[in-house]
């Protein structure tokens, strides 16, 4: 084969790659980005709170008979992709990560999450409810992403481990065959001293569960021929729990990064 067909080829199985990299299909379920958000506005402080819960159902991601709002891509980081556990020296910013591997593979999540805060502090202090809502939207979706494991590895799917489709078993499946038994109890919101350095900190700690979530997934298809009733019992006895913790921290991390942004912008009163 001469060298100009191996390029080409080469190109072509890259490009594949990042086609077949997750994008909204492997994230959260829209029905659990609004359980999420929710949960978050409970977090809050009284006003703040008050402001989130008069307007709620103003939020594009809650708004009542409406398609869900286009979500961007790269919602993900492929920690394993830069470096080993614990993965100190993981770049936290994006220059660093092009330096070290394609961005297109690992993912944008840290830094789109970075620039949703900003647009959500000059809302605040613009004081523009429009956008005010949609900023917190588009932070929401961010920060709930930082809790979802499969999102940190480049075994997005299972597709390394002959697991295809653990991503929408997760993320999707599991929270919707639990749905009465889904317990999110989040923490109260707190401010991010360091909102990079904690994207960063959550990340890791997300990606310390994919072990975890394949093993229970591969235990839970144990003896089974299909992925249907009897295994999302198998494998809410296994992953169910962990799932609970997930989202909770994802509402108190929503509750955190909007009371942060608001805190920014010097607190101002919102009507």
Do not use: C
């Not at 961010?142 to 597709?159: C, K």
């Not at 997300?206 to 072990?211: F, M, N």
């Amino acid at each position: 084969m001469r060298p100009m067909q191996l390029k080409t080829l080469s190109r072509l199985a890259f490009l594949a790659l990042v086609f077949l990299m997750p994008g909204s299909s492997f994230a959260w379920s829209d029905s659990v980005y609004r359980l999420v958000i929710r949960k978050a506005i409970d977090t809050l402080p009284k006003g703040q709170k008050k402001y989130f819960e008069d307007h709620k159902y103003e939020l594009p991601s809650l708004t009542p008979d409406e398609d869900p709002p286009v979500r961007p891509e790269g919602r993900r980081f492929a920690l394993d992709l830069l470096g080993g556990f614990p993965f100190k020296d993981v770049p936290q910013d994006e220059a660093g990560v092009k330096a070290k591997a394609d961005i297109r593979l690992v993912g944008r999540l840290p830094f789109l999450l970075l620039e949703a805060k900003g647009r959500l502090v000059a809302a605040f202090k613009e004081g523009d409810k429009e956008k005010i809502l949609l900023a917190a939207d588009e932070v929401a979706i961010l920060a709930a992403d930082l809790n979802n494991p499969l999102l940190m590895t480049a075994n997005f799917d299972g597709q390394k481990t002959d697991q295809a489709g653990v991503a929408k078993r997760l993320a999707a499946r599991l929270p919707e065959d639990m749905e009465g038994r889904l317990k999110v109890n989040p923490e109260a919101a707190r401010l991010l001293e360091n909102p990079r350095d904690y994207i960063f900190s959550t990340m890791v700690r997300s990606h310390i569960w994919v072990d975890n979530i394949l093993y229970a997934d591969s235990l839970a298809y144990r003896g089974k021929s299909s992925y249907a009733g009897a295994f999302f019992e198998a494998f809410e006895l296994r992953a169910g729990r962990l799932l609970s913790d997930l989202l909770s921290s994802a509402a108190a991390d929503v509750g955190s990064f909007w009371y942060t942004a608001w805190t920014e912008a010097g607190r101002p009163e919102l009507k």
